[in-house]
């Protein structure tokens, strides 16, 4: 298997470098046509990080032509990929970016300064001076969309404006000639947003949505072999609440999950947890049908600082200082 390294202590977004290595490798002809990458959740576990955001750097590779994600086969390299430069032309372009990132360091920045900031002029345009007033923020319940928003807004300084996931076809068609500079989505909805966006040349950026320390710190203090049940309004937004609890390293519980659509496994669930953790869209609801004994917590979500020092990268730019 290729030798992939992640370092998660970097603001740079995991699959991004996930995608960017992947990327190396097939233009340097490391990885060569038709070879078989591994599956999103053996990349995943080697890597020690979620199989969706494996997920997410495929999608982008395959968006980009470089690989090819067949269902129930596999993911190859592409038969048919971009022109890869000869050896010689390879070579003056490493030692380019090597001089470069000398050049940064002895300016007192890092590799990682540099990247971010060659990151935002060449795939984010940042030289486009685009003068946004206002962005979008999408997702699918209204709770989630307001807090988010809220976060968000007071994050970057610029209005956001929060639209479900449900209505953004109407919003789109209606505005399609201005109304919002960018959407802001979560990771779970980016596919669908974009497939509704792009059209009207809308740019879509991707965030995660991640556990606070709070909702962590909670459910690590419980008892080694804690029962824990998982609520949110679906199976299958309770089933990411699991993915991203697993991803955070708790090991003293033991997790269920269940969706307030579908009740009979819910009540199932309730009967036979000792704390329940549920999401605010839900939480007034539930709370009214847990047993006494069983004890509620929040299960509140953030945006990833990564994805919304992204945002303020893309946005730099337009910002006019005082």
């Given at each position: ?85 000869d050896v010689q032309r390879r070579q003056a372009l490493l ?11 002895e300016l007192g920045f890092s590799a990682e300064d540099l990247?971010?900031?060659?990151f935002g002029q060449a795939i984010l345009g940042f030289d ?195």
């Amino acid at each position: 298997m290729m030798e992939f390294r992640i370092n998660k202590a970097s603001e740079f977004p995991i699959y991004q470098q996930l995608k960017e290595q992947i990327k190396y490798f097939i233009l340097g002809a490391e990885l060569a046509h038709g070879d078989r990458l591994p599956s999103p959740k053996d990349l995943a576990a080697v890597l020690c990080i979620n199989r969706n955001t494996v997920i997410a750097a495929y999608k982008e590779l395959e968006s980009e032509g470089l690989i090819e994600m067949k269902h129930g086969q596999g993911t190859y390299v592409a038969e048919e990929i971009p022109r890869i430069p000869d050896v010689q032309r390879r070579q003056a372009l490493l030692n380019l970016a090597q001089e470069t990132i000398q050049r940064a360091r002895e300016l007192g920045f890092s590799a990682e300064d540099l990247f971010t900031v060659v990151f935002g002029q060449a795939i984010l345009g940042f030289d486009q001076q685009n003068g946004f007033d206002k962005i979008v923020f999408v997702e699918c319940n209204r709770h989630d969309i307001e807090y988010y928003s809220q976060e968000l807004e007071r994050e970057i300084g610029i209005a956001v404006e929060g639209c479900l996931l449900a209505d953004l076809n109407t919003r789109a068609g209606s505005e399609a000639s201005g109304g919002f500079g960018f959407a802001v989505t979560t990771f779970s909805h980016v596919e669908a947003v974009k497939s509704i966006l792009e059209p009207y040349g809308k740019e879509v950026i991707a965030v995660m949505a991640v556990p606070q320390i709070k909702t962590l710190f909670q459910i690590g203090q419980l008892e080694q072999g804690t029962r824990v049940g998982l609520v949110c309004a679906t199976e299958e937004g309770a089933q990411r609440m699991e993915t991203s609890l697993k991803s955070a390293g708790l090991t003293n519980v033991v997790l269920r999950h269940a969706g307030l659509n579908h009740e009979p496994s819910l009540r199932e669930l309730l009967q036979s947890v000792d704390v329940v953790v549920s999401s605010r869209a839900v939480i007034d609801r539930i709370r009214t049908m847990v047993p006494e004994k069983i004890r509620v917590l929040e299960y509140i979500n953030a945006l990833d600082q990564a994805g919304i020092s992204m945002i303020k990268q893309y946005l730099a730019p337009q910002v006019v200082q005082p």
